[in-house]
């Protein structure tokens, strides 16, 4: 069941950002606040910053009912500013983006503030955006005040809300669904229906008027009271922008002020089953830890001005033990390509290993030349025997990055296959680390590691991954050692694509490779593979070509780094040798031409560690394909699964609001893991591949602010490109093997339902929604069950014992489009009716209850005022001057009196994005 399973990920609170956001007692504390590199330095930035999180913080804490507030804030300062003692000085290994980022406005781009890539209700997002130009103008800037700003993008960031202002869209025109159908009036879509303000065409300034599919026109709007005389105090989630604003709305209040509006066509109620913002934070793991504190609590943050320089301190720590023997060759190979060419210059890294005991492989060094990078591969583990103490090979690492001093922010990388066996274990030593700062990533090889491994290394702020010893042509080893390390720079590294090759001796393989324009500095293929000797790697692209030929010395992998920027196009790989067979992972990266490119990113947003398996699974994975703050729609995104015992299966991710995926074209493409898609318990690795061959990117485009309430976004062609990235070991639990004959998957809820076309002559209505599945997205569906109901809460909760209207549509595939024209029988006037429909398959599983739509007989006349001219055929001349003169008359003291009372209720524009 939908609602069901919404409710819980809510109870779950689970958040796609990897922070290090802590709650203690009723605040937030290790908020970080980035102020992005290419910003000016500006001493009045930082201050306008610190003002702002006071507030803002004093803000959440009364909109939360006294539950939470900023406690500490770390703000990041550029490390080109200068700094005269103002900044502590700190170090980190990683490049952490910011919780909250501040960046540059981008010329053309308008400058809203939103919380990006938010996949399902209750899901919290990746990260916080605001520009410098919005910060500068405060209130000026057409938002509201920002404080207020800043606490709705919390809402979505760390709780997954959604936006109770319009933003959801005809599915036809793609325009702005403004306004419902409500006891024979169209209602402005609004959280409270006691949000006041005036309903007008903002292009005409003249009354609305119905289109000429009975709906209200696209340009009229409702603008509500926002300023001193404004009253209301609810939503956060929805017109922040209005100056009295300060609480969320709340399906239980006993004030209408704060009451929800479950009617409301809104994102919120649509992907979050019509509960409200307070429900929903009511369900998250924050308010079930907490609980009121006083009206007059000191909400003031500690704020930390900071100044972080990436160096990187790195210990490769490599099981030893006896059961490592076969696999101790592919691990040395792998941290050979990662060593040759993932850590960045600069960095220091340490080398050890441990069976019965620790021991210490290779001291810090600092990589400056070849020759580092040689000596650090040449001192990798290549024998095994003896047991397992993984406490004592961290201890060893420890022990080594103390050698440095400084460690807070040092990296430990902990490759195993076994379980714990022999002191000294992990919980003794992991204390050390926790307590330095120091983060633990782990990787899990074969079925037999120990699974304490997820675990620990999300204690330290770490990531863990998986490699399938079992999996043929898996390239997740080499996948799992380059993923953390990606942003152990300023220059994020951008992996372009892995595959497995397996070619005999004299063949030639052949492969190709996409550098798009927002990459193309420091391009580099390789081959980690056993035996690299005449080995004979080519690549063409145009007019050139680059080659190499492997020796003796190239220690596991043969590479070739396409000097200066490389080119945009099309490269063709040709791998081949003439004395011996090649079995080897093959990955291609590179990095953005500039600090101030906007660069085209896929994030994998895989949310729970573990999956309950059962005969009606449906567990989402979540990847986020963006260009810089811009979704990228009409990609192709696709996710291979492997397992401990070698099955592999390929699943397709969707932008098209269904199944998993709840908002269509946001840059978030989704999928659902279904039973049949698993075949045992234990760990699972998933690669996400992407590429774009007719993608576009979505522009908002700049305007006025207090103005903008038109259409604001244009599709933007992008030239191909191509993306892989993986996500954080996922554990399956309680498989069992199920009837493949029994058929216990729905289809999908349907999200997208709306009301597209009226004829308010015959009282006749068209509805319209996308497909879904016959397994909620896969497949096709048998049939449709539409009820309707004059009562909202009886049809979203016992729809079953609701009216029929009898369809008799054939489902069509999964996202296309389905419309229905229907009547209702007996219509009333003055009367509400609610509409909703499920998909059912052929075997009467019925999906969940759609997104609610409403119609009524129209009634209020303010919508019948005619405009058009009538014909003088058959009057006289005097009379029609008659009429005319009273007509001018009587118009100009109406629109006197119009234009006076919108003047006093201008408010900033309502924005596209979430703001």
């Known amino acids: 069941m939908r609602l069901i399973f919404l409710v819980s990920v809510c109870l779950s609170g689970l958040s796609i950002a990897v922070s290090t956001i802590s709650l203690t007692g009723n605040g937030y504390t290790d908020v970080l606040v980035t102020v992005a590199d290419d910003i000016a330095e500006n001493t009045q930035l930082i201050s306008i910053l610190q003002d702002w999180l006071i507030e803002a913080s004093r803000k959440l804490y009364i ?30 290994s990683t490049n952490r983006e910011g919780d909250i980022r501040i960046e540059n406005p981008i010329q053309d781009v308008r400058s809203n503030p939103y919380a990006c890539c938010l ?74 229906t006691e949000i006041f303000g005036t309903i007008f065409n903002y292009v005409s300034n003249r009354n609305c008027r119905l289109d000429s ?139 050890a290993s441990f069976n019965d005991n620790g021991q210490l492989l290779k001291r ?39 050698t440095l001093h400084n460690v807070t922010g040092s990296v430990i990388y902990l490759a195993t296959d076994g379980k714990e066996n022999k002191s000294p274990y992990i919980e003794e030593v992991l204390p050390n680390l926790t307590g330095k700062g120091i983060v633990l990533h782990t990787l899990a090889i074969g079925s037999s590691a120990d699974e304490k491994l997820n675990n620990i290394s999300k204690m330290t702020g770490g990531s863990s991954y998986f490699y399938s010893t079992n999996t043929v042509n898996s390239t997740s080893l080499v996948d799992a050692l380059m993923e953390p390390f990606t942003d152990s720079s300023k220059d994020k590294i951008i992996r372009i ?8 001796t004299q063949q030639v393989f052949e492969t190709n490779f996409v550098i798009d324009d927002t990459i193309g500095k420091d391009t580099i293929v390789q081959l980690t593979t056993h035996v690299v000797r005449d080995v004979n790697l080519t690549i063409k692209h145009s007019e050139m070509t680059f080659a190499k030929i492997g020796t003796a010395g190239d220690n596991g992998v043969i590479y070739i780094k396409i000097p200066g920027i490389a080119q945009i196009g099309k490269y063709d790989i040709f791998l081949s040798s003439t004395t011996h067979d090649i079995s080897g992972t093959l990955s291609i990266f590179s990095k953005a031409v500039s600090a101030k490119q906007a660069v085209l990113q896929v994030n994998v947003l895989n949310t729970e560690p573990e999956i309950q398996y059962s005969a009606v699974l449906r567990f989402p994975l979540y990847a986020a394909v963006y260009k810089g703050s811009m979704p990228v729609i009409n990609a192709a995104v696709k996710a291979v699964i492997e397992n401990e015992i070698g099955d592999s299966s390929t699943i397709i991710l969707k932008d098209n609001a269904i199944g998993a995926n709840v908002s269509l074209n946001d840059g978030i493409y989704s999928c659902y893991i279904l039973p049949n898609e698993l075949s045992a318990n234990g760990r699972l690795s998933i690669k996400v591949i992407t590429e774009g061959y007719s993608a576009k990117v979505v522009v908002p485009v700049t305007r006025s602010p207090g103005t903008n309430f038109t259409d604001d976004f244009k599709d933007q062609p992008i030239g191909p490109f191509m993306r892989v990235a993986l996500a954080r070991e996922i554990t399956v639990k309680d498989y069992k093997l199920l009837d493949k004959n029994i058929d216990l998957i729905s289809p999908s809820p349907i999200l997208t339902l709306q009301l597209s076309n009226i004829s308010n002559e015959d009282n006749t209505y068209t509805m319209t929604w996308y497909a879904v599945g016959d397994d909620l997205d896969k497949g096709n569906a048998t049939g449709y069950d539409i009820r309707y109901s004059d009562k909202f809460q009886k049809l979203k909760t016992d729809p079953e014992h609701q009216q029929t209207i009898h369809a008799g549509i054939i489902p069509k ?86 234009i006076t009372l919108i003047k006093k209720r201008k408010v900033p524009r309502m924005s596209n994005y979430a703001v």
């Open 497 to 504: 694509k892995t595959l497995h090759t397996k070619i005999l």
């Open 213 to 351: 599919r009975g709906k209200p026109e696209s340009d009229c709007i409702f603008r509500p009271e926002y300023g001193v005389k404004a009253t209301a105090i609810a939503s956060m989630m929805g017109s922040a922008y209005i100056k009295s604003i300060s609480q969320f709305c709340d399906s239980n209040s006993t004030d209408e002020r704060t009451k929800h509006n479950s009617e409301a066509p809104n994102k919120h109620n649509d992907k979050c089953s019509g509960q409200s913002s307070w429900d929903i934070i009511k369900q998250h793991n924050d308010y079930k830890a907490t609980s009121p504190g006083s009206p007059f609590a000191n909400t003031r943050p500690q704020i930390i001005l900071q100044q972080t320089q990436i160096i990187g301190r790195f210990c490769l720590l490599v099981d030893v033990s006896g059961s490592m023997q076969n696999f101790i060759g592919d691990a040395k190979d792998a941290l050979t390509t990662v060593i040759k060419t993932i850590i960045p210059n600069e960095s220091y890294v340490g080398i």
């Open 63 to 92: 909109a939360s009912k006294y539950r939470f507030f900023f406690e500490k804030v770390i703000i990041r300062i550029p490390e080109a500013w200068s700094n005269n003692g103002q900044y502590i000085v700190t170090s980190a």
């Open 813 to 898: 595939e999964p996202g296309e489009t389905e419309s229905f024209v229907f009547r209702i029988p007996n219509i009333q006037t003055n009367t509400t009716y609610y509409i909703a429909v499920r998909a059912v398959d052929d075997q009467n599983n019925t999906g969940d209850l759609s997104n609610i739509i409403s119609v009524s007989i129209l009634n209020d006349q303010y919508w019948f005022e005619d405009e058009k001219k009538k014909t003088t055929n058959g009057l006289s001349i005097a009379f029609v001057a008659g009429i005319s003169i009273g007509t001018v008359i009587i118009v100009f003291i109406f629109l006197v009196c119009f």
């Open 119 to 192: 996949p399902a209700c209750g899901v919290g997002g990746q990260y916080i955006h605001f520009t410098t130009d919005v910060m500068f103008k405060g209130e000026n800037a057409g938002f509201g005040n920002l404080a207020t700003v800043l606490v709705h993008e919390w809402g979505h960031y760390r709780w997954g809300l959604f936006d109770e202002y319009p933003t959801s869209r005809d599915t036809y025109t793609r325009e702005i669904i403004r306004f419902y159908s409500h006891n024979g009036r169209w209602e402005p879509v609004r959280c409270t």
């Open 364 to 402: 810090m060094t600092k990589i400056t030349s070849e020759s580092d990078r040689n000596s650090l591969a040449y001192n990798l583990p290549t024998t095994t025997d003896g047991s397992t103490s993984i406490g004592a090979g961290i201890e060893t690492c420890y022990q080594e990055l103390l």
